[in-house]
């Protein structure tokens, strides 16, 4: 594990604000040199704590107004079943994320749509022909709070 101090902390907090912020302004920002900020951005990039710079794109700006949350739990399982759902459920595009749980259910999915109609057409169309799929529970997204920065 990379050692982590105030100014790594400070660092990553001011990109988590602004992920096209350079290095002479990250460093300007916390009266650092430019090429101190430098090295310790490489540093906690190399190291893995810096996973790249996201972009959030507003879905509903996007004609995507319904999120649903689908919990799946698989018919039959094996090493076999698991890689055959995940390889389908990661082709669909409308499936976000994709998340191997440990719970009542086997999965979580993060899907958008862009209305009911839409979510449903996805599900019987696209999930639930799924190889394995058994039980599936959905939840819609009513509001969603975002916290930004770093943990």
Not at 127 to 140: C, D, H, K, S, Y
Not at 142 to 148: A, F, G, S, V
Request: no cysteine; aromatic share 6%; charged share 30%.
């Amino acid at each position: 594990m990379t050692e982590i101090d105030d100014t790594d902390r400070a660092i990553l907090r001011a990109l988590a604000a602004d992920a096209y912020a350079n290095a002479g302004e990250v460093g300007r920002a916390l009266g650092i040199s430019q090429p101190n900020a430098w090295r310790r951005i490489k540093r906690l990039s190399d190291a893995g704590v810096i996973d790249g710079a996201h972009v959030p794109a507003d879905r509903a700006g996007l004609g995507f107004g319904v999120t649903v949350f689908l919990g799946i739990k698989l018919a039959t399982k094996g090493a076999t079943r698991l890689e055959e759902f995940e390889r389908a459920v990661i082709a669909i595009p409308e499936v976000q994320v994709v998340q191997h749980v440990l719970g009542l259910f086997d999965y979580r999915l993060r899907v958008v749509a862009r209305d009911i109609a839409d979510f449903e057409r996805v599900l019987r169309r696209r999930i639930m022909v799924l190889p394995a799929v058994g039980q599936v529970e959905a939840n819609v997204l009513l509001t969603e709070e975002r916290r930004d920065g770093p943990i």
